[in-house]
């Protein structure tokens, strides 16, 4: 049998094993009456008969229409979302892409596939990994990372400490999407920050911990939402649980200001009540304590108590009207102190404090900006508290998958410099995304001195050095503004950097009172992904995200220990040294992409690229034209001419020398005495490979076609099975010798006529198909512990030919095809007991705790020994299977199968012969 394919790396695509022509298994026929009807889809892009934008956006439609959401451009995963679950992520699914080659072209195309690839890549090479998931807002990226997650926790060993872990590293998910995730107007389950979280392995590949590092808040929405947005989801889960009772908080959401102003409390599908219960259980299971859990229910109050302060005039400043007691308690601090906290203004000036009164609007704006800062700090600590629980303590760790699952591309009515920042991250995505799998791929055949033929495509590099080069870039400018004397403002901002930048290619705006194309307070960036209107008010105080010291103050002075820390700088006594002005918020953004971007260059990438199907979320649904505008801009065009034109697979020679040197005979065994590049080159020409279809490099060798690839693998499984097969067999053998005789005895010696336990072949494989049998369980991936020709004994005591096959699972019941059908394969765990009669016959009952699923054999024809054998076996592999759980072997003559009796009759004949008997009826020889 072949030996899995658990090692194998075809850093390649899932091409046909044709070539480049599509082939049955690669493809798929539109149905008719659907988008693309008649046409064929195929499964990786780089089939295509024409490279072209139509083409592509027609292949996405084909394969949609028929339920396959997922499609490939080499190693790059294309996913469509549905708006709908899909019944492709259970168990069975899972374990088709188990210890595959990478992207293996006889399975259709899935997330899985690419997560076995990274994880196999990790475990066996040791290489860290990063998974780079990207689309715009909807697109489907936080599922996307869920799959990719649940992917790797199933696959990564099990013991009751793996097992521990990766219930912790799950269960970050319910907690971090509920603070981080929230409803707008073109997605339910928004992700409103960025996550990059590592998944740390051991040199087994179980898993040790993880670390989540987390990008830009967008902690605007705690105070502002727009038409048909909501809030961070917990603050409804909270709500819809009741725990804000006790804290003077009602359940509905349309009672509190900070939660009520999108008008879109409800979101269709989602339960408020049964997700707060998840999360909640996800914090217990990382390891927040319930003083913990109760600390973020009071610290959510505050926010939403401070979202109905009363803010009103006072002669030159303001005051608090009626301050709410169940705040102040909460907080534990006084009304005055409160009062004094929000309305003024505290500066140090030459070693003194100098308070200055706040008006109505800017008390109210600091209120604002307070419950901003309580939310953003307490997001941080409990991204800080998971990584304390769930991050490795030890020097344990070998390697790392990385999954980045980050807000996608945004454009929206009026957008601020949220989605400035989040679109300047994906500029620097797209812009590794150039990198990666364009420029470097073309940059290392120049390198390597390769024969290729160049694609054009665009690189976004310039957009990316517009927003963040120094000294002209956007942000310094920006900085520029927010720190020069007098008083700085949007508007002063905006005409500074059109004065510079104007003439910009990928910069638009107002260049006077007579330039009416852009409309005064605008300024447009050509992106990748579309032209963005952005507004330039708000930027500049965004961008400073300065807090008074006067609130700071007032966190500082709370009973609630977390508040107190997050606040540090509330504390007087360090005021007089505190000169340093802070980082602004553009800046730290910059900084921390560039440092994510560094991150990810470190690591073997592998990428998922997200479409949105419709901005309606309506299920299987496809608009063409929002399709036609993200394939423009995720650049998938240009991927697939780069791929078709290029080399699907390169290897260093010492590494291609080490894998595949057992395929030369030449090579194998030390016998090699020539360079390793010359030693490739014998491999190739060993396996009838022809120059024309390869090319080396100073370093590398390059194959052009993904059917040379497989082919080398294939041919190496069937090497490795021929040198470790019989290693295999000869230690079952030799187990069985071990095993078989004691359980044997032990079960019939002395008990059952006819049998003898002391003259037993063990072979195990008595079927007479044995090349059928090779097929079966290639097929299955496992090995086969005991095959033979039998009979089965039907209804109205039918007798059948069959074979019976039983591995380390399931006892399959098959036609002499070997065809197998569901209800022919009993699994091992459901066997509850194997019966047998005591006199001279080789009838087995193997009964089921599945009603109607007992199975009747006669295994007769091959002499009593096989049935020794045979029932040995079942009970001894079925015992492993259940866990050491015994199975009952039951000699009597009261024998039934499926609730019917066996009826034993005396025979002078030595042949098995049956009756027709409202049960089973075996006649046994009497002599």
Partial sequence: MPVKRVNSQVRAS???????????????????????????????????????????????ETLYANNQIYSYIGNVVIAVNPFKRLPI??????????????????????????????????????????????????????????????????????????????????????????????KTVRNDNSSRFGKYMDLQFDFKGYPTGGFVTTYLLEKARVVRQSEGDRNFHIFYQMLASGAGNKRGLQNSADKYSYLNQGNSNKVFGMDDKKEYAEMIAGLKAVGFTSEEEETILDILAIILHLGEVNIVSSG?????????????????????????????????????????????QAA????????????QRTFDWVAKRI??????????????????????FEIFQTNSFEQFCINYCNESLQQLFIELTLKTEQDEYISEGITWEPIDYFNNKIICDLVDKKPTGIIALLDEESIRPGTPSDKAWLEKMTKQIGKHAHYQASTGPRDKEVAEGIFILKHYAGDVAYTAQGFLNKNADTLFKDLSRLMF?????????????????????????????????SDSMKNMIKLLNTKIPSYVRCIKSNHKRQPMFLDSELVKHQVKYLGLVENVRVRRAGFCFRELYKDFFWRYSLLSPKCYGGKWRGSEQEGCKQIMNDMGIQTRSYQMGKTKLFIKNPIHVFKLEEERDE??????????????????????PDKAKALFHGKKEGWKTGLLFLRGTYVVERELLDEFTAKLETASVFSANVQKIGKNNKIVDRIVVL???NLYKLDNKFVEKPRRVLSLKNVKSVDISPYNDSIVVVKADIPGRDYLLNLGSAGPNLAVEFVTRVVLTAEKAKEGKKIPVNITKDMSVNDKPVVFEKNSEKSFKTILRPGPVVLYSDK
């Fill in 14 to 60: 899932g091409h046909g094993l044709k070539g480049n022509r599509p082939q049955q298994g690669s493809f798929i026929k539109g149905k008719a009456g659907a988008p693309g009807a008649g046409k064929i889809g195929v499964y990786d892009l780089i089939l295509l008969d024409e490279q072209t934008e139509e083409r592509v956006i027609q292949n996405i």
């Fill in 89 to 182: 992520y259970d168990t069975k699914t899972l374990e088709k892409y188990m210890a595959r080659s990478a992207f293996d072209p006889k399975l259709e195309p899935h997330i899985f596939a690419l997560a076995d690839n990274a994880f196999t890549d990790m475990k066996f090479r040791g290489r860290d990994q990063v998974v780079i998931i990207s689309g715009e807002s909807g697109a489907g990226k936080t599922e996307a990372s869920k799959h990719i997650m649940q992917y790797v926790a199933a696959v990564s060993g099990s013991n009751e400490q793996v097992n521990a872990v990766k219930n912790k590293l799950l269960s970050t998910n319910p907690v971090l999407e509920a603070f981080g995730n929230a």
């Fill in 316 to 360: 030159q400043g303001s005051r608090v009207d009626k301050p709410n007691s169940h705040m102040l308690k909460l907080l534990g601090i006084d009304a005055n102190t409160f009062e004094r906290g929000v309305t003024n203004n505290t500066r140090v000036v030459g070693g003194s404090q100098t308070a200055t009164p706040l008006n109505e």
């Fill in 364 to 375: 109210k704006d600091a209120v604002d900006s307070l419950a901003k800062a309580i939310y």
């Fill in 387 to 408: 990584n304390d629980a769930i991050s490795t303590k030890n020097n344990d760790q070998k390697a790392v998958i990385g999954v980045l699952d980050i807000y996608g």
């Fill in 557 to 589: 002075s709370s009973k609630i220990k977390v508040l107190k820390e997050a606040f540090a700088e509330g504390d007087e006594r360090k005021w007089m040294g505190a000169s340093k002005r802070p980082q602004t918020a553009g800046r730290a953004f």
């Fill in 719 to 740: 090497m490795l099975e021929k040198i470790v097969v019989p290693i295999q067999r000869a230690w079952r053998g030799h187990k069985a010798h071990q095993e078989i």
């Fill in 807 to 809: 591995t380390s699972e």
